[in-house]
Structure formats: structure tokens, C-alpha cells
């Protein structure tokens, strides 16, 4: 099993700016993909960003390209997405997932997710 911890989410203000980490525990080893992901009540869950453990490589929603980063600390065991520039249109409930790819990330674990809340 594996446990994913968010934390950093919170209140900012438009053009502001949020890092999120996601503690990984347990079997870590089992997993080769990691991602966020954000949900609004009542919407679909939107792919953020993907880092991938084999060549460190990354994606991004378009939405969010040129303004988040995700990266993570093997050592610390902590993924990280670094938010800049945000919008009110980020605000959204954030979750870190954990997977092993198949073609490409197929996600088996979950956090339980940090509120973002990006006013005008």
C-alpha cells in the first residue's frame, strides 16, 4: 500500500502564488508515476500535471502550462507543484494520486486532497 499526505493549500489572492507537497509513504517502490489532479464539486476531475520516475519527464494541462511546476524529492519522499500566476479559475479541491504506468500513468492511490481558493 501506499499513503499520499497533501498539504499547502490555502487562501491567495489572484497573481499569487501556492506550493503543494504530497507525503508519500509505504510501498513507494510499487509505484513508477505521480500526479495532481483538481475537482470542483459537481465537476469532472481535471489531470494537472504527471511526473514520471523512469526520466523524470512531465506534463501539463494546457491550462496550467508556463505557470505550474511539478517535481518531487526522492530523498524526502514528497512530491511538490510549485503554483505561480494563479487565477481564480484554479480554485479547486487539489489531489495527489501515485500509479505505475501502463502506456501512461494508471493511477492506484490517492491523497485526500488540499482546498486551493484563488479570489479576484
Known amino acids: 500500500q501506499v499513503q499520499l499526505v497533501e498539504s499547502g493549500g490555502g487562501s491567495v489572492q489572484a497573481g499569487g502564488s501556492l506550493r503543494l507537497s504530497c507525503a508519500v509513504s509505504?510501498?513507494?517502490?510499487?509505484?513508477?508515476?505521480m500526479g495532481w489532479f483538481r475537482q470542483a464539486p459537481g465537476k469532472e476531475r481535471e489531470a494537472v500535471a504527471s511526473?514520471?520516475?523512469?526520466?523524470?519527464?512531465?506534463y501539463y494541462a494546457d491550462s496550467v502550462k508556463g505557470r505550474f511546476t511539478i517535481s518531487r524529492d526522492n530523498g524526502k519522499n514528497t512530491l511538490y507543484l510549485q503554483m505561480n500566476s494563479l487565477k481564480p479559475e484554479d480554485s479547486d479541491m487539489y489531489y495527489c494520486a501515485a500509479g505505475v504506468t501502463a502506456g501512461l500513468c494508471v493511477y492506484h492511490y490517492w491523497g485526500q486532497g488540499t482546498q486551493v481558493t484563488v479570489s479576484s
Open positions: 509505504g510501498y513507494t517502490y510499487s509505484t513508477n508515476c
Open positions: 511526473i514520471y520516475t523512469a526520466d523524470n519527464s512531465s
